[in-house]
Every structure is written in C-alpha cells, then in structure tokens.
C-alpha cells in the first residue's frame, strides 16, 4: 500500500497548470455551465459526475460537436446497461477527424514510420481527398449505412484512410492485426458478417517480411458475406484475382461526403479475448466514441493543433482506435509499423525524437524491458518535445516510475493509464494539472464515477476493491453483436451488482484520489496490452492428440513481468518432450498470437472444474499468486479437489 503522504515524483508548475486546456475548460464551464471555479481537478471531477447531463454537454460546446440535427436531451435514459445518449442528434466522426483540414491542409495529419525509423508524412488535404474518394467507391461497391467493413491490415496511413471512408459512409468498421492467424480472425469477422475486406499481402516485422496471401486466400473462402476484398501490396505483390487494387479505389480528387447517421449509430466493432467462448464482439457508437474521445484526448492527454501524438500499438487493440482520434483534436499521429524493439530495445524512444512526439504512449512492458536492457533514452535521443509518456496494457510498477524519472527526464509528466477495450477509453489516467506520484493513476476521469467496491458492494478507500463505475460512460457499448436478448453484456458487467459497471481489475482508490491498479480479478490473458482469451489457446492447443486438455494463467508479477503458464493434461501413452513442446508453441505462434506463447508448459495430473463441467481458472491463479487454498476456492463447486494441491505445491515451489 502507498503511504499516506508520499512526496510527488513529478509536479506540475503553475505555467503548465495555465496552459492546460482543462484549466481553461473549468473557467469557461464556471462561467458557462455553473462547474466550480476554485477547487482544481478534484472540484471538477465531483461536479462532471454529479452533473452528468450538464457536464457533457459543456464538452459537445467546448469542442464545438457538429449535431446536423439537434439533440432533445443529454442522457434520454441514465440506466446501465442501455443508457441513451443525445437522442434525436444526427452526426459523423469522420467529419470530425477531417475538420483540421480546412484550416491546415498541408501540414502532416499522419506521420508513417516503418522499420527504418524514417517518417513519411500524409497531409490533412492528402488524407481528407483519399477519404473522399474511397468513400465514394464504397458506396459503388453497396456498402450502406449498418454495413460491416473489415480490415486485416497492419498500423499504416491505408488503414486509417479505411477506417474513415467506412465511418463517412455510416458502415461499422473492424479490424485484425496481420500476426493474428486465420482462426483468431474468423472467430472474430465471421460473428459480424463484413460485406468489405481489407487485406494486406504480408507485413515486415523484426527486419523480415512474413507473407500472408494464403491466410488471406482462408479468410476470402470463410467470409461468404464478402462483396469485395481490397488488396494493399505493402510487400509489393500482384493483386490477387478477383480482388480490387488500393490505389485504384483512392486515386480520385472527391470531396467526402459524410453521411449523418444518429449519435449511437455504430461505429465499429472490438473484440474482447473471449475466455470462455468466441471474443466478445463489442459495438461502440460513433457519438459515444466521439465525445468521449475528445475529452480523453483534449481534456487529459492536452493534444491540440501543435501536438504530435504517438502510441506503439497493432490494429487489433483499442489503442490504436484511440490513436487514430487523435485527429479529432486536430493533432498529427504517429503510425509505427514493424517490431517495437528492432533494431534494438530502444527504437520507440529513436521514434519519438525523430518524429517529434509530444506525447509519448507505450506498455508497461516495453518501459520495464528498457530499463533491464540498460537503455538511457535521454542521455542517447533528443526528447526535449516529449511532454508525456503515458503507459498501459498493464500496471506500470514503481521501478518503472523511477526509471522514466531518471532516464528520460526529472520534468516528465508520468501517466499511468487504465481503461478496457470494453469502453474504448480510460476509466482513470492522464490529468495533466496533478501531482505523479509513484505507482499510481493521477485520478479517476471526467465524468467516470470509479469507486472500489467490496464483494458487498460497499466503496472503499484505501483497501483493494473491484473496479466499479456507478454512472453510464457515452463510450460504453451499444450493444454486443448477436447478443439479441442483451444477456451477454448484461452478465458480462452487471452480474456481481446490477446497474453498476463492474470491469474486472482490483484497485485501490487512495485517500488523495489517485488510483492504484493491481491487475485482472478475471483470468484474461494480457500480454503487452494485447488481450487474448484463455478459450483461443484452448481450442488451438486441444487439436493436437497428445493434448487431453489444457489450462492457461497469466499473472502479473510484483517487478512489472508476466507469467504465462500453460498446463497441459496430456493423452495416455503421451509424454511432453521437446518434440511436443515445440509443437505446441508452433500451434499457438501460427493459429493465434506469437504474443501469447506460454513461458512454460507443465505436465499435471488433471484439470480441476467446477461441478458444472467449467475449467477454473480464477481460483487457480489465486493459488499461483499464493492465496490459501481455503480462501482461492469454494471447495464445493469443485470436481476433484485434490487436482488442486498440486498448483498450490507449484506455488509454494515457486515463492
């Protein structure tokens, strides 16, 4: 637990205080909308959740949201799930991610980085007639609002340009990174039936090119919905038959014509890991995404016009969503696409100096690599414009704190962030106007009621609670798909305590506001941001015949690591030799996510389940992180308790 009055490992001055556009923003919503004037941060957030209505209506002012048709109220319905937002407005947010191309059309909207760490810059005039003509081939092609439109593509300018063609014409987008193998995908695009698919020939990683033509040539067989496939050669490659060129769809000089769909219209789909079936495909809406954004980005992460905005992150997690709206506060976006330690552990820090990044995000992971690796990024890269490195994918541990403090800069505003796929946001993170202190989130965000709550739904202050959020969020889903009766999203969240948002991580909330996040209270597998559901691993590892079955953990580690033990049950006559174990990790690499690879696979004498046939995996990372067998599980709902004695020898091995 932190002290109770630690010293601050990094405080804002009073001229950034100033400057901080959500320093202003409180003096105009003081003036305008009755927040409090004194108080800071603290007095802000009390009012943006108290009133809520009020609140976010001050945000659609602030950054002058475009309603083509007005609103009748704020939150037509408070209830969670189902809260409605803006009824009766109409919107577009591709039309507010273009809208700094009319007054800056040739400064760079996006920033490429491959490889070789050499920017190429898309201007907002570039990106916005790209847009404009894509736009209208879709609409050639059919695609009308509602329509699902699919990409297996890589971090690039292309997919941006995508992903706002689909969201002028009111389609929903989605998308795979191109290391995902071809089962991870389907069980993903097949569940919402793209009528469009975006595909690259291949992708470079780690200074090799990995072709994927014969995944893409699976996907093109498994997708029957597909009208047409859109091929990008970003390793040069003939356009496969039947599918149509990039660059013949993107040539013409059109003008966008965005389509004003309603504010909780779909805007795309995101997929959660799945743990106990296919991935959740979760709906977010392009008003709910849009306003949410704009606070995100504008209010906590303070990017504007002058700012340069990169995140390490793939297509296929939320980050890279939420890079993309960078341009919606009119800030130029780095893409980096290629391995994030190649040449070496420090190529993202050589990316920030060599693009100018003012706001620097990356995992938890790649910062604790760079300090085992003995980098020093400040001694060794010119960062003097980067205000922030913003951290996520997991906690970011004290040593990591420490680390950034010291070797990039004492003047460095740390953010810690925290949020989920499931919001496409943070629940709590960046403030730009607070003290860092080590270890912990600066503060829940605006307009986010985050409390922790005990097992009887009580707040806490100062102890480990669930992460709970007590008001609706305009970025929570709208839906999940195919989920009709609404029960999968209702007992994703709002099973424990109904009404209330309970999102799946222990924190703390201290007694100065500020947040500490202690990992997953689920058995989601998270690695380097990237979540993976422990049923894919399952499913995967399980068509090998020497496998009976199998149960996965990821565990978070006190220095900021984790481990990813993968247990395996093996057939009789089976024995785990090199051979087998070879063939496992081939298995997950090529069907899955060479992220996910466990970093051990042990032989047990069985899987313990619950009575009703359920693998339990919570209890047993309870056991590996050292809690009692007494206190892990309910020794009732359990088939065979004595499987259980060897993860809690395992454990005790372990420690």
């Known amino acids: 637990m932190t002290p109770a009055n630690p010293t601050p490992l990094w405080q804002p001055d009073a001229d950034r205080i100033a400057r901080a556009q959500i320093t202003r923003f409180q003096a105009w919503a003081a003036e305008r909308h009755g927040a409090p004037a004194e108080g800071g941060y603290p007095a802000l957030h009390r009012w943006s959740v108290d009133e809520l209505d009020t609140f976010w209506k001050a945000v659609t002012e602030w950054f002058d949201v475009r309603f083509s048709t007005p609103y009748t109220r704020v939150l037509g319905d408070r209830s969670m799930p189902g809260a409605?937002?803006?009824?009766?407005?109409?919107?577009?947010?591709?039309?507010?991610?273009?809208?700094?191309?009319?007054?800056?059309?040739?400064?760079?909207?996006?920033?490429?980085?491959?490889?070789?760490?050499?920017?190429?810059?898309?201007?907002?005039a570039e990106l916005r007639r790209q847009v404009g003509s894509l736009a209208a081939e879709l609409r050639a092609l059919g695609v009308r609002p509602g329509d699902r439109v699919s990409a297996y593509v890589p971090n690039i300018p292309q997919a941006v340009v995508a992903l706002l063609a689909t969201a002028a014409v009111g389609g929903v987008w989605t998308s795979c990174a191109p290391d995902f193998g071809a089962r991870s995908v389907l069980d993903r695009f097949q569940q919402v039936e793209p009528v469009v698919l975006f595909t690259v020939d291949g992708y470079r990683y780690g200074g090799k090119e990995h072709d994927r033509r014969e995944i893409v040539a699976e996907l093109r067989r498994?997708?029957?919905?597909?009208?047409?496939?859109?091929?990008?050669?970003?390793?040069?490659?003939?356009?496969?038959?039947?599918?149509?060129?990039?660059?013949?769809?993107?040539?013409?000089?059109?003008e966008p014509v965005f389509e004003q769909v309603p504010f909780d219209h779909p805007l795309w789909v995101l997929y959660s890991s799945g743990t106990t079936g296919l991935p959740k495909a979760i709906v977010q809406s392009q008003g709910g995404i849009l306003i949410e954004h704009l606070k995100q980005i504008g209010l906590h992460c303070d990017l504007g016009p002058e700012d340069r905005f990169f995140w390490y992150t793939s297509t296929g997690w939320m980050m890279w969503n939420f890079l993309v709206s960078g341009l919606l506060t009119g800030t130029t976006i780095v893409l980096y696409d290629g391995s994030p330690g190649h040449p070496d552990t420090g190529a993202q820090w050589r990316i920030a100096e060599r693009t100018g990044a003012t706001l620097f995000g990356t995992s938890a992971a790649y910062?604790?690599?760079?300090?085992?690796?003995?980098?020093?990024?400040?001694?060794?890269?010119?960062?003097?414009?980067?205000?922030?490195?913003?951290?996520?994918?997991?906690?970011?541990?004290?040593?990591?704190?420490?680390?950034?403090?010291?070797?990039?800069?004492?003047?460095l505003w740390i953010a810690s962030v925290s949020g989920g796929t499931d919001v496409c946001s943070c629940f709590a993170g960046a403030v730009p106007t607070l003290p860092v202190y080590i270890g912990e989130l600066q503060a829940p965000c605006l307009g986010t009621d985050l409390q922790s709550w005990d097992p009887g739904g009580r707040p806490v202050?100062?102890?480990?609670?669930?992460?709970?959020?007590?008001?609706?969020?305009?970025?929570?889903?709208?839906?999940?798909?195919?989920?009709?009766?609404?029960?999968?999203?209702h007992?994703?969240?709002?099973?424990?305590?109904?009404?209330?948002?309970?999102?799946?991580?222990?924190?703390?909330?201290t007694s100065r506001g500020s947040v500490v996040i202690h990992g997953r209270s689920d058995s989601t597998l998270n690695r380097q941001g990237v979540r993976m559901g422990s049923a894919d691993i399952y499913e995967a590892v399980e068509r090998l015949p020497e496998v009976k079955e199998s149960l996965v953990i990821g565990i978070e580690q006190p220095d900021g690591g984790y481990w990813m033990p993968l247990f395996v049950h093996l057939a009789p006559g089976a024995a785990l030799d090199e051979d087998l174990v070879h063939r496992i990790k081939q298995t997950i690499r090529e069907q899955l996510s060479p992220r996910h690879l466990p970093d051990e696979i042990i032989e047990v004498p069985g899987i313990p389940h619950t009575l009703t046939g359920k693998r339990i995996e919570v209890p047993v990372k309870r056991l590996l992180q050292g809690t009692p067998l007494e206190k892990a599980v309910n020794p009732g709902s359990i088939d065979d308790l004595d499987l259980l004695h060897f993860y809690e020898d395992l454990a005790r091995k372990r420690a």
């Not at 109409?90 to 800056?104: G, K, M, P, V």
């Not at 990024?377 to 490195?389: A, E, T, W």
């Not at 202050?461 to 969020?473: A, H, I, K, R």
């Not at 007992?491 to 909330?509: A, C, E, K, L, Q």
Request: one cysteine or more; hydrophobic letters at 35%; proline letters at 10%.
């Open 84 to 124: 409605e937002w803006f009824p009766g407005a109409t919107l577009n947010y591709a039309e507010h991610a273009l809208r700094a191309s009319a007054a800056r059309p040739d400064e760079p909207a996006l920033l490429a980085v491959d490889e070789t760490h050499e920017p190429r810059p898309v201007t907002w």
């Open 222 to 254: 498994e997708l029957p919905t597909l009208r047409a496939v859109v091929h990008i050669p970003l390793l040069g490659t003939d356009t496969p038959e039947g599918a149509l060129e990039w660059s013949d769809l993107t040539s013409a000089d059109t």
């Open 367 to 411: 910062v604790m690599a760079c300090r085992k690796a003995g980098v020093h990024p400040g001694r060794d890269h010119d960062l003097s414009h980067v205000q922030c490195v913003a951290t996520t994918g997991s906690p970011l541990p004290p040593d990591g704190f420490s680390w950034l403090h010291d070797e990039v800069r004492d003047d």
């Open 461 to 489: 202050v100062g102890e480990v609670g669930e992460l709970v959020v007590t008001n609706p969020m305009p970025s929570m889903p709208i839906r999940f798909w195919n989920d009709p009766d609404g029960s999968r999203y």
């Open 491 to 509: 007992d994703s969240y709002f099973d424990m305590y109904p009404g209330v948002w309970r999102h799946g991580d222990w924190i703390t909330v």
